[in-house]
């Protein structure tokens, strides 16, 4: 088994980091990411090979090829969480809802939302990786959300050893489902602080406190090492490739086509994984990235320009897009055009709050990826158009019709895969809206919906509204640090 060694997206020194590395300590020189320093390539022969294979074997081949090294028994372990997900033949299934239209069903999991998909097995990963090391530190695992990530972080590692976990959200950012999932959990190495400010304000002060060297110098004296759950770790990523090469290969197994993978998209994580399944040959023909109001994603792949200066982030009715700084673009910049011009870019943003691809990088951009973007009027439109025909989707599902649309009208006939990243349980007042049941708040529209579609209501989210609060500070952006030191 050959051994992949992990590069800084911006340069530096790389010593022998191994995917174990990475995991534990996400962070890279220059404030950059770890990524994978190269990829292995398939052709048909295993692409018809692979095809055959269930889930779990899949998981473990490409984690195999891909030289990740997580030890037999590990692996396996970490597979068997998915086992809790409503499909135990497949955390991800595939629904046809057109004859072009594919959904991948991600939000299988614990907390009803894709999140689930990596951090389900992340955490055993992370907490096994610390047993092999027999690790004299604690850790310490920041995440910052904007309703998904959270939930599915504190699920993942609530009450494992040696492990403590500080989740950020911004304070009114989220649906009062995603905010109960995170504020009503039980545990004791868990703290939850909602934040002042809006999900790039979050993700900025996790990459600020990963680079703090007073604060970090503070975890040491208490005999903690920092890490992180967010999407800046690797170990998120590896298992986000998986379900996007799965879904190519059951559909290229009925008819030989290559697909078109939509995905709703925030901080890119999602679409990364598609794109190194594209990269790797499996059958995608372009990642197609769908977003809403917040539209930098849209406007950058379709112009090459990424610009942030003069724009305030709108809240939609698909908040877990309404991101402006888009982490995991960097690591797409790199594979395509090399560390010292990744480089470039991310510290023009940093400086001036844009960049610019030349033209021939555009062009190489839109070889990968084409993009959309849509209102949320357009939004609960398509809510409403697909209840009618017996699919109930969630707001960051229905703004992905909008790319569906674009691919049938340029390429009539084509199939695509289009990722349902939450459930309609978690956006339930959303959907009473577009559905014309009312302006209702969260358990009412969970009940109105349900009664008038005939369709359950998962009993981990009926459940929320039964249990108290518990993390129910709301913090200014700067009490952070402090507060965190005062609660270790």
Not at 31 to 40: C, D, S
Not at 438 to 447: F, R, S, T, Y
Not at 455 to 475: C, G, K, M
């Amino acid at each position: 088994m050959h051994t992949q060694y992990f590069t800084g997206t911006r340069g530096g020194q790389n010593l022998g980091i191994t995917f174990k590395n990475t995991v534990l300590s996400p962070g890279a020189s220059f404030g950059g990411l770890y990524t994978l320093e190269k990829l292995p390539k398939f052709d048909s022969d295993d692409i018809k090979e692979f095809s055959t294979l269930s889930y779990e074997e899949l998981t473990r081949i490409i984690f195999n090829k891909l030289g990740l090294n997580v030890e037999r028994d590990l692996l396996h372990e970490a597979l068997q969480l998915y086992q809790k997900f409503d499909d135990k033949t497949s955390p991800a299934p595939l629904y046809s809802m057109t004859p072009y239209l594919y959904v991948q069903k991600l939000y299988c999991g614990p907390t009803r939302a894709f999140k689930d998909m990596a951090l389900q097995p992340f955490g055993e990963i992370f907490s096994g990786f610390l047993h092999e090391n027999k690790h004299s530190n604690d850790y310490l695992i920041l995440v910052a959300t904007s309703g998904d990530t959270g939930p599915a972080t504190l699920q993942s590692f609530a009450n494992r050893p040696n492990i403590k976990v500080v989740c950020i959200y911004p304070s009114g950012g989220t649906s009062d489902v995603q905010r109960l999932q995170m504020t009503t959990i039980n545990a004791d190495n868990i703290a939850v602080f909602g934040i002042k400010g809006d999900f790039d304000d979050t993700q900025n002060l996790l990459k600020e406190l990963l680079k703090d060297v007073q604060f970090n110098a503070s975890l040491r004296s208490k005999n903690i090492s920092l890490s992180a759950a967010n999407s800046v770790n690797f170990g998120r990523i590896a298992f986000q490739i998986i379900y996007h090469i799965y879904a190519s290969l059951q559909i290229h197994k009925i008819n030989g086509e290559n697909v078109h993978t939509i995905v709703p998209s925030g901080n890119f994580g999602n679409a990364l994984g598609a794109f190194y399944a594209k990269q790797m040959g499996f059958p995608i023909e372009r990642i197609w990235i769908a977003s809403n109001a917040n539209n930098v994603l849209a406007d950058f792949i379709n112009t090459g320009i990424y610009d942030i200066s003069n724009r305030n982030l709108v809240k939609t009715n698909s908040p877990a897009m309404d991101i402006l700084k888009s982490s995991n673009v960097e690591r797409m910049l790199f594979e395509l055009f090399s560390y010292s011009r990744t480089r470039e870019f991310m510290e023009s943003l940093d400086e001036n709050g844009k960049y610019a691809l030349n033209k021939e990088e555009l062009i190489w951009v839109q070889r990968y990826f084409g993009a959309t973007s849509c209102d949320d009027t357009y939004c609960l439109e398509m809510i409403k158009k697909y209840a009618k025909k017996g699919y109930i989707i969630d707001p960051h599902t229905a703004c992905g019709i909008k790319a569906y649309e674009t691919i049938q009208a340029k390429y009539p006939n084509s199939k695509c895969v289009l990722c349902s990243t939450a459930e309609w349980t978690k956006f339930a007042p959303t959907l009473a809206k577009a559905l014309e049941l009312g302006d209702l708040k969260d358990k009412e529209a969970l009940e109105a919906i349900s009664k008038a579609y005939n369709i359950p209501i998962p009993r981990q989210i009926v459940s929320l509204f039964n249990q108290p609060e518990i993390h129910s500070a709301v913090i200014e952006k700067q009490e952070l640090r402090d507060c965190i030191l005062q609660w270790l």
